[in-house]
């Protein structure tokens, strides 16, 4: 028999604040553990949580650019449960009034599905609340410690509908969450700093299948790969148990990247097994419309609707604007090189296939300004300078640090040849592709290229196009 995978997420997000969710304390990383606390991060008695008005606005701006609907008051709960990186003994979230109540997020297809769906399509969310992180717990052989560092850092816990398929589809999910909320600057989405983790609901039906299989969780998946490899694990393991005519306990599982293979830990809790009840130290909130307004209209274009309007606009392929749009500050430097210089296509392949290529994968700073890159292409476009000795000109000016005009006045000296040099290359041109001379003097102008080419070349070059097939045109017997 066939299945078809059935797949939900749960993804936690540290957002971007200074403080943490109730309390005053510091949001850090890397620093000594224990020492960005407090008496309400400890639960120490007496200690009454704050709300952070910034947790709450990036969480709102978090279900504006997903789409949901955001509510109008919302509350806190309690959620119950004891375990060593807790140190209240519960977790502030909100489990009956969220902020922010459906919405979708839009992903874009592995390459399998594409011919079938098109590239990109929604998936459904059920929500979004906030809620405070916990502790970090290290296990060492026999031993495991504790740094509170992180506890109460404001999370928005994304919850997905049932609506993936695959490994591959659930990673696009996580890769459009981690670039949307990048995007608007919510959150840095650092998975190798514990900044985003999720937990991953995987069950089997047959295929064609309405009913819902036994759902099968995996806690606190923290990168990418891990949560690939353990959906698709997951989706193996569930298909040999039915196959072998036996059925899935409903449990949570533990992943290990190592050995490549999962483990059970304990059967699902159920809603009930954490006591949820109403926070008594925190009254809820209510959001006005004044407010909403003023987040809306702080929202950056999505980065899709961005690709989009790119192929539109500016009549970019699929490829490009695939490399240009993910990354915001990539897309506002291709528009500000636009208007210095209009010449969307030179200018979106120098970003794509040469600038990215010579910058580090470490680097987070683009290493000349956009007026730079216009000028290159512009140079191009008047024939002062060939393609080549702009991609020549751009590796210089990355890898020196020099602008356009320290970098280009050597290299643009130099490429000037004179008139008798230029005449010198064209007739060795001409003398080395005689086929190429008879086709374009009895007609077919296309071959004249091939001249031009052998020019170039002879040049290294760094001949001026322009002037090459003026001279050649002269020299063949028909102006240009």
């Known amino acids: 028999m066939r299945y078809e995978a059935v797949i939900g997420l749960e993804v936690h997000v540290q957002l971007r604040t200074l403080s943490k969710a109730f309390s005053r304390s510091r949001c850090s990383f890397a620093e000594e553990p224990n020492t960005a606390t407090d008496p309400v991060t400890l639960g120490l008695p007496g200690a009454l949580p704050v709300i952070n008005k ?5 969480t709102v701006r978090a279900g504006m ?14 959620k119950n449960y004891f375990y060593p990186d807790n140190p209240k003994n519960y977790q502030i979230t909100q489990q009956e009034k969220p902020i922010c109540i459906g919405g979708f997020v839009e992903i874009e297809l592995p390459g399998s599905a594409r011919n079938i769906q098109g590239p990109h399509r929604m998936v459904r969310l059920n929500r979004i609340h906030l809620e405070e992180d916990v502790g970090k717990l290290t296990h060492r052989g026999n031993h495991s410690s504790i740094d509170f560092n992180r506890a109460g850092i404001p999370l928005a816990e994304i919850v997905s509908e049932p609506d993936l398929h695959s490994a591959e589809e659930a990673s696009a999910y996580l890769n459009s969450i981690r670039m949307h909320l990048a ?5 840095d989405c650092d998975m190798e700093k514990g900044q985003m983790r999720c937990d991953v609901n995987v069950s089997l039906r047959p295929e064609g299948g309405k009913e819902l299989g036994t759902r099968v969780e995996y806690k606190n998946l923290n990168s990418m790969s891990g949560a690939r490899n353990a959906i698709a694990h997951e989706i193996a393991r569930q298909s040999r148990i039915l196959e072998e005519g036996k059925t899935i306990a409903r449990e949570t599982r533990r992943w290990n990247a190592q050995k490549n293979d999962s483990e059970g830990m304990r059967t699902k809790e159920n809603l009930q097994d ?12 209510r959001l006005d419309a004044t407010f ?3 987040l809306r209209g702080e929202l950056p274009e999505r980065p899709f609707d961005r690709q989009r309007r790119f192929m539109d606009q500016y009549g970019l392929p699929f490829t490009i604007t695939s490399v240009l749009c993910p990354v915001r500050e990539l897309g506002d430097f ?5 208007a210095v210089h209009y010449n969307p296509k030179a200018i979106a392949n120098l970003i ?17 300004g956009p007026a730079d890159l216009a000028a290159l292409v512009r140079e191009v476009d008047e024939g002062k300078l060939s393609k080549q000795g702009a991609q020549d000109l751009l590796v210089r000016m990355v890898r020196t640090g020099e602008n356009f005009a320290k970098a280009a006045a050597p290299l643009l000296e130099e490429v000037r040849l004179s008139e008798l040099d230029v005449g010198q290359l064209c007739r060795e041109a001409i003398a080395s592709s005689p086929k190429a001379a008879a086709e374009f003097r009895s007609g077919k ?26 001279v050649l045109r002269d020299l063949l017997g028909t102006s240009p």
């Open 65 to 78: 650019i997903f789409n949901c609907a955001i509510a109008e008051v919302c509350k806190w709960d309690r």
């Open 292 to 294: 909403l307004d003023g």
């Open 352 to 368: 794509a296939n040469d600038l990215l290529r010579e910058m580090s994968s470490d680097d987070r700073k683009l290493p000349l």
């Open 274 to 285: 954490y006591c949820y009840f109403p926070d008594p130290d925190l009254m809820p909130v």
């Open 54 to 58: 910034e947790a709450i606005r990036q």
């Open 445 to 470: 102008t296309t071959a004249i290229n091939a001249i031009k080419g052998a020019a170039m070349r002879a040049a290294g070059g760094k001949a001026n196009p322009a002037e090459l097939d003026r």
């Open 334 to 338: 291709f528009e500000a090189a636009l």
């Open 183 to 187: 995007y608007a600057g919510i959150s």
